[in-house]
């Protein structure tokens, strides 16, 4: 069974779909629809844009979005028997299965993006990058710190993010490199992603959910809440606002997607990061097996 995978944050680069608008019609459409529907040139911000720029919330989600999306929609061969995205990238696969359209997509990803956006620059928050500990070890020091810390994203064996505010990552980063943690890296983020911080944005982003047209997927999609798959479109929706305060389990996904029989993952986007963590995990539970 193949099996496609939509990345979020961290892929962007300066020129990114460029290469696709100059050589395929329909992406070029669909860049212009883009610019159409936002009514702004993100297409300039993309393609001869500054990275700090770029790197901006509001304008990195929607860049991957539609860089991947587009790569979806131009390909002769994407007949995926399963999906996952990372984060940001759960939009992308929806729309790229047509669970919803690309327009509608633009619209809820510019929403998602602009509220995370404000909760940013309001809560001086950050995450970081864990290596080399178990997951048990992580949970329990971020359970004992008195601030808001988390783990946030289940990447990979011994690799995980955590998230919350900035003085009490500082600390449990600390901690961490106490208890024998290889590397930490502190990801260039000023936000708090998946994690109790975002609270203020379910409520906004839920209502706009739904006054969105949603379809029933057509293939199944390892959603990031639950890391199972899902098919109705009511549990779509639910699982795209609890999201935004629950971790990513893209370990646990990947995993639920070979048990489930994925013997081929192709990255939708972007880099190639989710290949990168795919052959970890899938090694890691060859061994279990």
């Not at 390909?75 to 929806?94: I, K, Q, R, T, Y």
């Not at 047509?98 to 990803?109: K, W």
């Not at 975002?198 to 739904?210: G, R, S, T, V, Y």
Request: charged share 20%.
């Amino acid at each position: 069974m193949k099996a496609y995978l939509f990345p979020g944050q961290g892929s962007q680069f300066i020129g990114m779909g460029k290469n696709l608008y100059k050589n395929s019609f329909l992406a070029k459409k669909l860049f212009q629809l883009a610019d159409d529907v936002l009514e702004f040139r993100i297409t300039s911000i993309m393609f001869e844009g500054t990275m700090d720029v770029l790197k901006q919330t509001k304008y990195t989600q929607l860049a991957i979005y539609i860089y991947s999306v587009i790569k979806a929609k131009i390909s002769n061969d994407f007949n995926p028997d399963m999906v996952a995205g990372h984060s940001l990238g759960e939009f992308s696969a929806l729309a790229a299965i047509n669970v919803f359209s690309f327009e509608n997509g633009l619209i809820l990803v510019n929403k998602r993006a602009s509220i995370m956006q404000k909760i940013c620059e309001s809560i001086h928050g950050g995450m970081a990058v864990v290596f080399g500990l178990d997951d048990s070890i992580i949970e329990d020091v971020c359970k004992n710190d008195s601030g808001i810390i988390v783990p946030s994203n289940y990447n990979a064996p011994e690799q995980l993010v955590i998230s919350g505010e900035y003085q009490a990552l500082k600390r449990v980063c600390f901690s961490l490199k106490e208890r024998g943690a290889k590397k930490i890296f502190i990801l260039p983020v000023h936000g708090a992603f998946h994690s109790p911080i975002m609270e203020p944005a379910k409520k906004e982003l839920k209502k706009f959910i739904n006054k969105i047209s949603f379809k029933d997927s057509k293939c199944p999609i390892y959603q990031n809440v639950t890391a199972q798959s899902v098919i109705k479109s009511n549990d779509i929706k639910k699982n795209l606002v609890e999201q935004l305060t629950s971790p990513v389990k893209w370990k646990q996904s990947i995993e639920n997607m070979i048990t489930h029989g994925a013997i081929s993952f192709t990255e939708v986007g972007p880099g190639n990061i989710l290949q990168g963590l795919t052959k970890k995990i899938s090694k890691n539970l060859a061994k279990k097996i």
